[in-house]
């Protein structure tokens, strides 16, 4: 699938909203994600941002008995063209019928590092996501916003599995992933179905600022599982993803 790229000068709602009003979804290359970015605001401790991903806790709630998720978490809050705030640390949820692997009970992860989630790049992320959901959902004045940090690791016999629930929904009203980085990883590629379980799309998140933009109630998404390209040396597949739940609907 073609990357989509941004016209210049274009505003990135207005650009963006095209193609995921026409399929629920648009995969954005990493040069033209990045230039929207920095249209939102620094990314200059980009490298301290991406390096956090070597400080993730075990995901212990794999329903798989899986040891190969690696994670942090923070919820925060943004009204309608407002900044996002952070909120009280709080588990996270999902109905079993958006994850049957692992939904239905509170899972709580250790938080996104203070210095992380006041930094300069999180904060245009979330900018980012804010101002292009609002102009997708001019419905919405009051967003739950989720931050997950994921390092899924592979080795040798025992791939790493992104989305080990499988073709599924999130249960919120947009998803936004962002490869921050792959470390000898082969595989990996995401999968775009329709509701009704046909295939629209497929893509891979190959470097970093490569993203996926998927409006949850309209799609399935999935991630196939990763592998060592060196089954000899550590191998990783590190993303942020970022949800936005319209409060103001009434969303399971």
Known sequence: MAAFHPVSGEPVPAALENALQAKGFAFVDGAAMREWLERSGSLDDWERFAASWNDLHLDTYMGDGGRYRRRRHAVFAAQRGGEPVRQPHQPHWQARDYNPLNGGIERWFEPVEDAIATGHSLATILRFGRGLFDALAPQATDWKIEVHQFRIE???????????????????????VLMIDRHNIAQGETSIHSLDGQHLGSFTLAKPFDAAIVEDTRVFHGVTAVEPIDPSRPAARDVLVVTFRNRTANVA
């Open 154 to 176: 592979a080795a040798k016999d025992s791939p790493g599995k992104p989305t080990p629930e499988g073709m599924h929904r999130d249960g919120v009203d947009f998803v936004l």
